[in-house]
């Protein structure tokens, strides 16, 4: 399965629902299942500081779940959007049981779909 390292609190706002749209300085073509990856360390904008927690926010370099990437916009309208970035829409959150030790990577990488649970596997 695809995956991408996004840092927290991010990813943990992405997996519990709560952020629906992830900033990308490039569009992509992709739709379909994304497995999120949280990075080792956190982001460090001052808007990171500010986030809302969530129940997976303090975890690092683990798998935390699954999400869809329906679609991906220019200048989205949303408070979570960043001028200038693409606009990469999730849905559908599906967080493990138990997120998963894993290195990440810069960009996409993939993931065997047989160390997920059969439930995330799409």
Sequence with gaps: MKALTI???W???IIDGLKFLENRARATQYRGPLLIHAGLLPHTSPAAEWAPRSRHTDEY????GTVEL???FENY???WAVPGMSHWILA???PLRRPIPWRGSLGWFDVPDRILPRRQRR
């Design 7 to 9: 840092r927290q609190p």
């Design 11 to 13: 990813a943990g706002l």
């Design 61 to 64: 370099g683990v798998l935390l």
């Design 70 to 72: 329906i679609e991906c």
């Design 77 to 79: 309208p949303s408070s």
């Design 92 to 94: 559908d959150p599906r």
